[in-house]
C-alpha cells in the first residue's frame, strides 16, 4: 500500500503525489492479479500434505540449484524440498528440471510471469513467482509448516529451520521497516499453516512505502502478529574479502545458512565492477561449500 497519506509533504501533495502513488500502487496489482488468475493451476503434490515443506524459487542459474539440493537432501531432515522455477531462459530452466529429476525433488515451472525480462523488475517477478505457489503450491496442498528459500541459500550445518516455529507463527529472516514495521525476507521466511489464521497472503513488493518483496505482507499478516508468536532468525552480514566493501558486495549468514546475496551487489554499479565482484562471491561461495565435511 502506498504511504498514509498524513505522510505526504505540502510539496507531495501540490504534485499530486498521493494520488499518482496510488493509481501506480492499483495498476501493478490489477496486472498481477490478473496473471495469477489467468495462470491458476493448482499442482498436486500429495507428498507434501500435512508436512514440512521447503519451497525454493529458483532463477536461471542451475549451479546453485544443484548445490542447494545436495546441502538441504545432506543437512536438512524431516523436510520435503520443493524447486519452483522462475527463469526465463528455456536452458536454464531444462537443466534445472534434470537436476531436480536426479534428486527426486519436485519441480514446478511458473507459468507466465507478468514481470520477467527485466533486472530490474526481478522484486515484481519474485513477488509473483512467491504468490502463484503460495496459491497454487501451498494452499492447493496444505503442508503443516512452508519455508521460502532462496535459490543461494545453502545449509551449511545440520540444521532444521522449522524448529523456529516450536513456539511461533511465522519465523525468518526480519527485515525492519518505518514506522516500527516489518517483513520476513522472502528467502527465508516460515509459516505454521495451522496458526496464521488466513490464506491471503501477498509476497508482492510494497516500494511505494518502503518495503521490498514481500512486504504487502505487513497489511496481509505481520502488523497482527505479536512479538511473542515471531521468531527472527540470526543474521549477520560478512565481508568478500577484507579489501571488498561490504557495501559493494556481501554474504549473509543466516541461522545456519550461506547466502550469496547476489542481489546486494548494486543493479546499477559499472557492469565491469559488477560482474567482477558477482564472479568474486562464486568463487568464495564454492570454496565454503567444498571446505564442509563430507
Known amino acids: ?30 496486472r498481477e492479479w490478473i496473471a495469477l488468475a489467468m495462470n491458476a493451476s493448482p499442482v498436486p503434490l500429495p507428498r507434501i500434505k500435512c508436512q514440512k515443506a521447503l519451497i525454493t524459487i ?3 542459474d542451475p549451479q546453485v540449484i544443484g548445490w542447494q539440493t545436495k546441502l538441504v537432501a545432506r543437512y536438512v531432515r524431516d523436510a520435503i524440498h520443493v524447486v519452483i522455477d ?12 534434470e537436476i531436480c529429476l536426479a534428486a527426486n525433488i519436485a519441480f514446478v515451472q511458473v507459468p507466465a510471469n507478468p514481470w520477467v525480462g527485466h533486472e ?7 513477488g509473483y513467482a512467491l504468490n502463484w505457489a503460495w496459491q497454487n503450491i501451498v494452499l492447493a496442498n496444505r503442508p503443516l509448516m512452508v519455508g521460502f528459500l532462496d535459490h543461494d541459500l545453502f545449509p551449511v550445518e545440520r540444521t532444521d529451520p522449522f524448529r523456529l516455529l516450536d513456539r511461533a507463527i511465522v519465523a525468518g529472516l526480519v527485515r525492519a521497516a518505518p514506522g516500527h514495521r516489518w517483513y520476513l525476507w522472502p528467502g527465508f521466511a516460515f509459516y505454521n499453516m495451522g496458526r496464521i489464521g488466513t490464506d491471503h497472503l501477498n509476497f508482492g513488493r510494497d516500494w511505494l512505502d518502503d518495503l521490498d518483496t514481500g512486504g504487502l505482507n505487513w497489511h496481509r499478516l505481520y502488523r497482527r502478529v505479536d512479538q511473542k508468536d515471531l521468531c527472527a532468525a540470526r543474521h549477520e552480514r560478512v565481508a568478500v574479502t577484507p579489501d571488498v566493501p561490504m557495501t559493494d558486495a556481501l554474504f549473509e549468514r543466516v541461522d545456519g545458512w550461506l547466502h550469496e546475496s547476489r542481489f546486494t551487489t548494486d543493479i546499477n554499479m559499472e557492469p565491469g565492477r559488477r ?13 565454503a561449500l567444498k571446505a564442509l565435511p563430507t
Open 1 to 30: 500500500m502506498p504511504r498514509s497519506l498524513i505522510n505526504y509533504s505540502t510539496r507531495e501533495w501540490l504534485r499530486l503525489r498521493p494520488i499518482i502513488d496510488r493509481k501506480n500502487h492499483a495498476r501493478y496489482q490489477l
Open 58 to 60: 529458483s532463477f536461471n
Open 86 to 97: 522462475n527463469s526465463t531462459t528455456a536452458s536454464a530452466r531444462d537443466a534445472i528440471r
Open 120 to 126: 530490474k523488475e526481478g522484486g515484481k517477478s519474485h
Open 275 to 287: 560482474q567482477f565482484l558477482l564472479g568474486l562471491k562464486r568463487h568464495r561461495v564454492l570454496e
